[in-house]
């Protein structure tokens, strides 16, 4: 993370504390966490095609 470590921390604090709703109705895994919103957060998805690729590995 770059910047002030104490607006690192909040930002992770608040996507943490999110964390169960962001998963949540989602069976794949995120592919990255974007926190240098000062609002909020944006989080990337794979792609349909690519998830379903993952899953058939497990």
């Known amino acids: 993370m770059l910047g002030d470590r104490a607006l690192a921390g909040a930002r ?6 999110a964390y169960p709703q962001v ?4 069976t794949d895994h995120f592919i990255y966490a974007d926190l240098r919103y ?3 957060f ?5 792609e ?3 998830a379903a690729k993952t899953a058939a590995r497990t």
């Open 12 to 17: 992770l604090r608040r996507f943490i504390d």
């Open 23 to 26: 998963v949540a109705g989602h």
């Open 38 to 40: 000062t609002n909020g």
């Open 42 to 46: 944006a989080v990337r998805w794979p």
């Open 48 to 50: 349909p095609a690519a």
